[in-house]
T-cell receptor, first 117, second 116 residues
Framework: AQSVSQHNHHVILSEAASLELGCNYS??????LFWYVQYPGQHLQLLLK??????LVKGIKGFEAEFIKSKFSFNLRKPSVQWSDTAEYFC???????????????FGAGTQVVVTP | GAVVSQHPSRVICKSGTSVKIECRSL??????MFWYRQFPKQSLMLMAT?????????EQGVEKDKFLINHASLTLSTLTVTSAHPEDSSFYIC????????????FGPGTRLTVT
């Protein structure tokens, strides 16, 4: 079965610092990739997604992610974080041509990001 | 657009009783909905995939007789936790697959179930 790994479980950084969260997956076929964010007390919201085309995708709130097929990675970045970016971030993968055909997502364990003022 | 609601947001029930949680797509039709369980400080664990008009597909290790899923319409899926026990206490989240040929999922706000 395919798996999704997020390398950092907990990240603490100061406002204006740059953020990069790692995400790797194990499936060798075609994938659809997502980053979701869960702010404290709120439901999951889509930050950005990659289906095909330009491997550098831009999402909401200044986030971007780069799909590197050879590395099976989809890392999330933000050049300058704000206190309001404090949240939990989840990477998710849909593997086409598998039992994920109904659109099932495999989620990573999540990374808790805390931005200090 | 693409709003998903869940009801109730919070429920407390006694051990041995059953609880029903509703998941609705408010402004789009969702042929496929998903039910997740989220433990504190952990990721989402997919419980089952719910397709309108057919039986749900459960993930390995999830008891289908305990977690009954009904996707009776294109905008409503329900999860019934039968004969609930304290270990069923958790945060249950539903999502709906977006309209068209998209694999994007839209998530509900979740239901906090506490079994006493």
């Amino acid at each position: 079965a395919q798996s999704v790994s997020q390398h950092n479980h907990h990240v603490i950084l100061s406002e204006a610092a740059s953020l990069e969260l790692g995400c790797n997956y194990s499936y060798g076929g075609t994938v659809n990739l997502f980053w979701y964010v869960q702010y404290p007390g709120q439901h999951l919201q889509l930050l950005l997604k990659y289906f095909s085309g330009d491997p550098l995708v831009k999402g909401i709130k200044g986030f971007e992610a780069e799909f590197i097929k050879s590395k099976f990675s989809f890392n999330l970045r933000k050049p300058s974080v704000q206190w309001s970016d404090t949240a939990e971030y989840f990477c998710a993968v849909n593997a086409e041509g598998t039992t994920d055909s109904w659109g099932k997502l495999q989620f990573g364990a999540g990374t808790q990001v805390v931005v200090t003022p | 657009g693409a709003v998903v609601s869940q009801h109730p947001s919070r429920v407390i029930c006694k051990s041995g009783t059953s609880v029903k949680i509703e998941c609705r797509s408010l402004d789009f039709q969702a042929t496929t909905m998903f039910w997740y369980r989220q433990f504190p400080k952990q990721s989402l664990m997919l419980m089952a995939t719910s397709n309108e008009g057919s039986k749900a597909t459960y993930e390995q290790g999830v008891e289908k007789d305990k977690f009954l899923i009904n996707h009776a319409s294109l905008t409503l899926s329900t999860l019934t936790v039968t004969s609930a026990h304290p270990e069923d206490s958790s945060f249950y989240i539903c999502s709906a697959r977006g309209p068209g040929r998209t694999y994007e999922q839209y998530f509900g706000p979740g239901t906090r179930l506490t079994v006493t």
